[in-house]
Structure formats: C-alpha cells, structure tokens
C-alpha cells in the first residue's frame, strides 16, 4: 500500500530564510506526487505536481519540489519564505488508476517576522 | 470560473443523526473525489465518483455512502452519526479520473455533539 511520510510536523522559519519542507513516499510503481498548502478553516490549494520528466518542478507562490527516486523523496522548497506562506503543508501520492490521493500528515510552518 | 462549491459550510448534528453534504464540482468536471479531514487521522479518502459510478472507496464504514448525479453534483450521507465523524469533509473535482490534478473545495464541518 501506498503510504507519505512528513517527518516534520512543526517548522518555524524567520521571514525572507529559505525553506525546506520534506516528504518520503512508499509506492509500488511511478508515483504522481502533488504538494498542497491548507491555510485555517480552508480547502487544499495546489502548489505543483509531479507526474513524470524533469525531476524539478516548479510551482506557484514562488515553491518548487524535487523528486528523487533513489530517496523516495519529494521534497519542497522555497528560496525566501513570506509571513503569508504560515500555513500546513501537505504531501500526497495519487495512482494512475483513480484520482485516490494518499496524504502525508502534513506539515504546519509558522513565519517569525 | 467558479470553483468546487460545498454545502453547508457548517453544521452540528447529534449523535444518531444522519447528515447530508453537497459538492457542486467545476463546471466540465467529472469526477467527484470526497476526503474526511480530522486531528488525529488526518486526510483520508472516502471515495469517488466518476460519470455516476463510484470509482474507489476508502476504508470507511457502510454508514459512509455517497452519490453523483447526471450533473455530475455529488452527496455525500453519514448515517448514525458518532463523535468521531466530526471533521472537515473536502469534495474535489477534476476532469477526469487517474492521475489528475484534483481541485479542492473549502469543505464541511461537521460537529457532532
């Protein structure tokens, strides 16, 4: 079974320091890897995906996610982090079969101004 | 365009109780994925809906039952209502099923007292 992990459930940064959110994923074949931010009472709104080709991937509000197969890792990032990016971050791994995504536990940054 | 729409935003029902919630997909979207959001197990899928058929379903209870119309509008019904439904339920829709990018709506709160 598929399966996302986020090893950090908090992270703080100060503003305008860069960032690095990590996700490792578990699946059997080739993996659709998404990241989506949540801010407090909110839907997901999605920051990139990755489906296949160029292993880095960018995405809206300045992020940009690098698959690493040989890690199963996905990794998001951003060069220089804005208060209005305090929000939870979540990983997910979707299949080709279905649109059944599989999130991680998601991640909740906090900007210190 | 408009985007995914949920209703209602809010609502507190009693244990035993059945609840209803809607999900008006994007216009030209066909598939209707629906997520429960909660603290402790975070997002899971429910199931999903494809052209009126329901595609995958989660590991949820019977209690747990949805629907599509020729409109592709989709329903989502708890029957029996316990404490621990209270959650976040997200529809999301996309064009098609497989491998999609999935458009989130801001969801139903559920409370169950």
């Known amino acids: 079974a598929q399966s996302v992990t986020q090893p950090d459930i908090h992270i703080t940064v100060s503003e305008g320091a860069s960032l690095e959110l990590r996700c490792n994923y578990s699946?059997?074949?080739?993996?659709?890897l998404f990241w989506y931010v949540q801010s407090p009472g909110q839907g997901l709104q999605l920051l990139l995906k990755?489906?296949?080709?160029?292993?880095l991937v960018q995405g809206i509000k300045g992020f940009e996610a690098e698959f690493k197969r040989s890690q199963s890792s996905f990794n998001l990032r951003k060069p220089s982090v804005h208060w209005s990016d305090a929000a939870e971050y979540f990983c997910?791994?979707?299949?080709?079969?279905?649109?059944?995504?599989?999130f991680g536990g998601g991640t909740r940054l906090m900007v210190k101004p | 365009k408009a985007g995914v729409t949920q209703t209602p935003r809010y609502l507190i029902k009693t244990r035993g109780q059945q609840v209803t919630l809607s999900c008006s997909p994007i216009?030209?979207?066909?598939?209707v994925s629906w997520y429960q959001q909660t603290p402790g197990q975070g997002l899971q899928f429910l199931f999903e809906?494809?052209?009126?058929?329901?595609?995958n379903k989660g590991n949820f209870p019977g209690r747990f039952s949805g629907r599509q119309f020729s409109n592709s509008r989709s329903e989502m019904n708890v029957s029996t209502l316990e404490l621990g439904d209270s959650a976040l339920y997200l529809c999301?829709?996309?064009?098609?099923?497989?491998?999609?990018?999935?458009?989130f709506g801001a969801g139903s709160r559920l409370t169950v007292l």
């Open positions: 699946y059997g074949a080739t993996p659709y």
């Open positions: 999301a829709s996309s064009r098609r099923t497989g491998a999609n990018v999935l458009t």
């Open positions: 990755y489906f296949s080709g160029d292993t």
């Open positions: 809906y494809f052209s009126e058929t329901q595609r």
């Open positions: 216009s030209g979207h066909r598939s």
């Open positions: 997910a791994v979707g299949e080709e079969a279905g649109n059944m995504l599989t």
